[in-house]
């Protein structure tokens, strides 16, 4: 009788040995994270999110370095970064090489975001402002602190657009837990960064935004443009949400920011009477 | 009894339906007045050799020969491209190489620039909305 | 606070005592679009469905015409009178000029050549006289104050108006476009808004320009007092099937119809039926009108989508503008050189 018992307890222990085992998310045995769900079933991407890195800086691996207005000293200029490309170097064409080095020695004249210009895809992910993803079931819509940009990614079918735009044209579709969001139409008037990297109208992106904990996504963005690139290329980084209370995307309206810039010299000057 | 409405009323909806119907923004007659010059008409006859599908004003940038055989980039302005979008015309809709008429005016600072008043194919059919001839009635021709 | 407010406070708590004001939001609902009182659809969150692409494209103006003193509806026949004119309208805007060659009303390019004469868009039927409701149907008058603050701004303006971009009205700096507010407002054209809900948020997409109004609706307070912005601070909450969205924080360089900073916006959003969102606004700023005043704007389904407009990087006008002027006065000089 007393060994009966005993086997049992020791396959109760075994049991519940492995149960506990076996119940805890599988994070620890390679399996990905499965975020929770929204009310109508779909991985739950909802909230404010922003990247932490230099890429808007450059996309490249780089070394900090003066920046390019010398009266803000150390306040503006190139922080160093480890890169979210693959690899060490973008896949420039030979004559899209030079014209990056062109666009880098005039970029304070060139980046079209000193002038509040809409800032395409990728670069919207990163730049050093939130955004906002609100998704519905056939509707996802990506909106962005820095100067009000915004997409919406239709869930339900694929169209085409009619002509290009500075935020592209969004379609989207689930991949298990990932959003996958095809990107066409780009114009060729963005840049990736401030330091001059840059793309044709051939631009083709595919995103995919995955949920890697309860407050992280992992974003990569497939890159081809066979006008300017040799080879597709990938652009990878976590999203991090914004957690503190009542966190909100602000107004960052910067017409009014870039007119000194822009139509400085078109004004009435003084003794023009 | 059939009821008639009071002439004032009418008279009221009239002046409301003008109001509405007709008043393009204020602002905007003001500023294009300053752009571009009602004493300078023009008429340019060309290609068009870029369609900028952009806003608040779409552009079509054409070649020109003048009467002296030199070939001018000129730049008119027209309406926003979105419900242009939503009833069907794309970016092909004037490619490169359309021959066009443009009826403007002339930019006041003697910039190759014009807003363009009438815009139709060499055969008189506008471009995208309207008729044949000013004045017709006519659905969107694409 | 004035006796007048006093009263009103209390005419409006014995009206809310009396009725429910969900359903109060439901019979405003159905008598608007002359539909029976609906059941909106829902969220998977549970809170109505406004999602879509819609327009707020309206034949009615904002204030009533001069005449029609205290009519708020037309009879079938007076609506039916401004239907056709406005089917007149669209055949003259589609058909060629409807302006004087060489004059400066004509120095534009053609509305109806492009689809965007106001005719030429789907708006909502209704027989309001005005979109402001109530007998009077106009803005109330400027206090005295809001007089002083307008010829102010009018006076340093004067003579100066084309110096450079910050003298130029906010749509012509892409900064902020009058249909945009809040509250919204019916525009000339691309009247559209697209509608998104997630869990704890509605957002609101509008075309002109490309701005998106992020309301939260889980009851947090408004952001600080000091963040002023063009588009002030929303936050949202449900009452019944009614979005009611209160709005503060506004900028004063804002200055909707010559406000301050102390404009207030309240705006209520209930889905009248399949394809319509009865929209009303109230509008209050004790430094600007003595009185708070009330819209209401139906809101239709619209076939979409809402494209990009890109306004900010398209802007030449600024720069044509601005240049246009300082070729008037180098001409003028010229001129007055050559006389010496």
């Known amino acids: 009788m007393r060994n009966r018992l005993s086997s049992l307890k020791i396959s109760a222990i075994l049991t519940a040995a492995i149960l506990v085992a076996t119940a805890t998310p599988a994070v620890a045995q390679g399996q990905a994270y499965k975020a929770p769900r929204t009310a109508d079933g779909h991985p739950n991407l909802n909230g404010i999110w922003q990247a932490m890195n230099t890429a808007n800086w450059d996309i490249r691996p780089h070394a900090a370095a003066m920046g390019p207005v010398p009266m803000l000293g150390a306040q503006f200029s190139t922080p160093g970064g480890l890169g979210v490309i693959d690899g060490d170097d973008l896949p420039y064409l030979p004559a899209a090489a030079a014209k990056q080095k062109e666009n880098y020695a005039n970029r304070v004249k060139l980046d079209p975001e000193v002038k509040c210009y809409l800032p395409g895809v990728p670069r919207a992910t990163y730049m050093p402002f939130p955004f906002q993803i609100v998704q519905s079931a056939k509707t996802i819509m990506l909106v962005y602190e820095y100067a009000g940009g915004v997409r919406t990614v239709d869930m339900e079918k694929v169209t085409k657009a009619p002509a290009d735009s500075w935020m592209g044209w969004s379609t989207g579709k689930w991949d298990g837990d990932t959003l996958v969001v095809d990107v066409t139409s780009l114009n060729d008037s963005t840049w990736f960064d401030r330091a001059g990297d840059f793309h044709s109208d051939a631009l083709h992106v595919v995103e995919r935004y995955t949920p890697r904990s309860a407050d992280t996504l992992m974003y990569e963005a497939t890159v081809e443009d066979p006008k300017t690139f040799s080879r597709p290329f990938k652009i990878t980084m976590p999203l991090y949400r914004h957690v503190e209370k009542n966190a909100q995307l602000l107004e960052y309206k910067c017409p009014e920011f870039a007119e000194e810039v822009l139509y400085g010299p078109l004004r009435k000057k003084p003794n023009n009477n | ?142 | 606070m004035t006796t007048s407010r006093c009263i009103s406070i209390i005419v409006l708590a014995i009206a809310l005592l009396a009725v429910d004001p969900a359903s109060a939001q439901a019979l405003a609902a159905a008598k608007a679009t002359n539909t029976p009182a609906f059941t909106p659809p829902r969220t998977p969150d549970g809170v109505p469905d406004l999602q879509g692409v819609w327009t707020n494209a309206s034949a009615v103006p904002l204030e009533r015409p001069k005449g029609l003193g205290a009519k708020e509806f037309y009879t079938d026949e007076e609506a039916a009178q401004r239907e056709k004119q406005s089917q007149d309208q669209a055949e003259r805007a589609v058909g060629g000029r409807q302006t004087e060659p060489g004059t400066v009303a004509d120095v534009h390019y053609d509305l109806g050549q492009y689809g965007l004469s106001r005719s030429q868009s789907k708006t909502a039927e209704s027989k309001r006289t005005s979109l402001i409701v109530g007998p009077e149907g106009q803005v109330p008058p400027l206090l005295p104050e809001a007089q002083k603050r307008q010829a102010e701004r009018a006076a340093a303006n004067r003579g100066h108006q084309w110096d450079g971009p910050e003298n130029r009205g906010l749509s012509e700096r892409c900064i902020l476009w009058p249909n945009e507010g809040p509250p919204m407002l019916p525009v000339g054209y691309n009247g559209n808004l697209q509608i998104a809900q997630g869990p704890g948020y509605v957002a609101i997409m509008q075309e002109m320009i490309h701005d998106v109004r992020i309301i939260p609706t889980d009851g947090r307070p408004h952001a600080p007092q000091s963040i002023r912005q063009w588009m002030g601070d929303s936050r949202g909450h449900w009452e019944g099937n009614t979005l009611v969205v209160d709005t503060t924080n506004f900028s004063n360089k804002t200055a909707f119809r010559g406000s301050s900073d102390k404009l207030h916006v309240i705006e209520r959003f209930t889905r009248a039926n399949d394809d319509t969102i009865l929209y009303q606004f109230t509008v209050e700023d004790p430094t600007t009108w003595a009185k708070p005043w009330s819209a209401e704007i139906l809101i239709t389904k619209s076939a979409g989508p809402v494209f990009e407009y890109a306004c900010q990087e398209g802007n030449y006008g600024m720069a044509n503008i601005l240049s246009g002027a300082r070729a008037t006065e180098r001409k003028a000089a010229e001129e007055v050189a050559a006389k010496k």
């Open chain 2, 1 to 142: 009894m059939i009821r008639i409405p009071m002439r004032r009323n009418l008279l009221a909806l009239a002046a409301g339906a003008c109001l509405v119907l007709t008043a393009a923004p204020v602002w905007a007659h003001h500023a294009f007045a300053q752009e571009f010059d009602e004493k300078k008409p023009i008429t340019l006859k060309g290609t068009v050799t870029k369609w900028e599908l952009i806003n608040p004003h779409s552009w079509i940038h054409m070649d020109v020969k003048g009467a002296d055989g030199k070939v001018i980039n000129w730049m008119v302005e027209g309406g926003s491209p979105n419900n242009l979008f939503r009833l069907g015309f794309t970016k092909d809709a004037l490619p490169p190489g359309t021959e066009i008429v443009v009826d403007g005016y002339q930019a006041k600072d003697g910039a190759f620039r014009a807003v363009g008043k009438d815009l139709t194919f060499p055969d008189g059919k506008r471009l995208f909305m309207g008729g044949s001839a000013p004045g017709s009635h006519g659905e969107s021709e694409k």
